[in-house]
Every structure is written in C-alpha cells, then in structure tokens.
C-alpha cells in the first residue's frame, strides 16, 4: 500500500509563508499526478494546486503567484511553498497523488491533513 503523510503545517501571521510537505511511502511502483486541496470551516474543498510527473504546474486562481508547487520524485515529495498568506487561506490542506503501486494497483491516496491558520 501507498501512505502520504503530510507536514509544515502550523500558525503563521498575515503576509508570512509556509512551505508543506507531502511525503509517500509504501510499496510505490510509480507517483503520476499530486495534488494539494484544501477546506475551510463552512467552504467546499478546493484544489490548490497540482503537478504532473512531468511537472507541468496548475495553480487556483485565488493561490496563483503567491504558491508554488513542487516535486522531488527522488523523494517521493510534494511541497507546496506559500508566499504573502492571507486569512483567508486558513484551512486543512491535504495532498494526494495518483499512484500505481509495486503490484500494479493504481489509487488515488489521501493523506491524513495538516492544519494551516493565518492569523495576527
């Protein structure tokens, strides 16, 4: 099985940064597509941010220029780097990734979260 964890979450003051991390483990044949989504009290979730395996980059508009996502396939990480937070960017954020795993087996997997809040 594929496992993600994530990390680099925590409380930061408006206009500071925060960089994630997302690490996968497990018996991983192959990591394609990896994502960033978060939620926030009371609001849909949302796709962050995503890149390919061949690191072609898709940003939300409300994120565009402020973040920036990256990959280390050595790794097996993704991390997303947040520039200029704002509160409104507060929320759970959670990574996930296409994966095909050692037996063949292709899933989408979910890490756990890890809580990111803007505030003064």
């Known amino acids: 099985q594929v496992q993600l964890v994530e990390s680099g979450g925590g409380l930061v003051q408006p206009g500071g940064s925060l960089r994630l991390s997302c690490a996968a483990s497990?018996?991983?044949?192959?990591?394609?597509?990896m994502r960033w989504y978060r939620q926030a009290p009371g609001k849909q979730r949302e796709l962050v941010a995503s890149?390919?395996?061949?690191?072609?980059?898709n940003y939300a508009d409300s994120v565009k220029g402020r973040f920036t996502i990256s990959r280390d396939n050595a790794k097996n990480t993704v991390y997303l780097q947040m520039n200029t937070l704002k509160p409104e960017d507060t929320a759970v954020y959670r990574c996930?990734?296409?994966?095909?795993?050692?037996?063949?087996?292709?899933?989408?997997?979910w890490g756990q979260g890890t809580q990111v809040t803007v505030s003064s």
């Open positions: 497990g018996s991983i044949f192959s990591i394609y597509t």
């Open positions: 890149i390919t395996s061949d690191e072609s980059a």
């Open positions: 996930n990734a296409d994966t095909l795993s050692i037996a063949r087996t292709y899933t989408v997997t």
